[in-house]
């Protein structure tokens, strides 16, 4: 393959690239302002810029839907775990576990105030949509998924006892969850700095400090 050709390719595929990412921030942006199914594909691509042609071929909408999440909240699309995820992998080898935890509180709150709005669309939208239902069935067992790693990281530090991590993991989604978010920020009207600290004091309290993992 020449040279010429080479590049070629790799600037196309740099644009389709660019061009996907435009048409999930755009439609996450609506899904989460409009709700999913007052979103079209066609306000899709104005919002995107680019072609209806171009929304239809980055996937039907229930899988936009899903990509809008992941990208809003992880970074990036995908199944693999939140845990394999750069950002959050980082936090996890953080040596002192109390900065390791502050970064982690933070990295959910950013995450929560991007994607909670879409989440909410998700949530709603699977009521009548199976596609829907079945993409937030299945981030549903990535997510429990992920708490158990997370709890699990927990009783490595010694934060929590091993025995009870279940109970741990359970609690630790409850905290975190994107509808505990839009309870106390949107619905309550909680800046984010208020919100952050309850999130942090109540891992600690709930979790860490007041153990409800001895519970039986």
């Known amino acids: 393959m020449s040279i010429s050709r080479t590049y070629n ?27 999913y ?5 066609r306000a899709i691509a104005a919002e995107a810029g680019v072609s209806v042609q171009s929304v239809h071929l980055a996937g039907p909408k229930s899988s936009l839907l ?30 002192d576990s109390t900065v390791a935890l502050t970064r982690f509180v933070a990295f959910v709150v950013e995450a929560n105030a991007r994607g909670a709005g879409i989440w909410r669309a998700m949530r709603t939208a699977a009521d009548a949509d199976p596609q829907v239902r079945a993409a937030a069935s299945a981030q549903d067992a990535r997510r429990r998924a992920d708490l158990a790693l ?16 279940n109970i741990a993991a359970d609690v630790l989604g409850f905290l975190t969850a994107e509808e505990s978010f839009l309870y106390f920020v949107e619905d309550s009207g909680w800046p984010l700095e208020r919100y952050q600290e309850w999130l942090l004091q109540s891992i600690q309290l709930l979790i860490l400090d007041g153990q409800p993992t001895r519970m039986s």
């Open 9 to 35: 390719s790799s600037v196309r595929d740099r644009d389709a690239a660019e061009t996907r990412e435009r048409i999930i921030t755009a439609a996450g942006r609506l899904f989460a302002r409009d709700g």
């Open 37 to 41: 199914f007052a979103t079209p594909m």
């Open 150 to 165: 997370g709890a699990g990281w927990f009783a490595s530090r010694g934060l929590v006892d091993p025995s009870n991590q």
């Open 66 to 95: 899903l990509a809008a999440w992941e990208h809003a909240f992880a970074g990036d699309e995908g199944a693999h775990s939140l845990l394999e995820r750069p950002a959050m992998a980082q936090i996890l080898a953080e040596p």
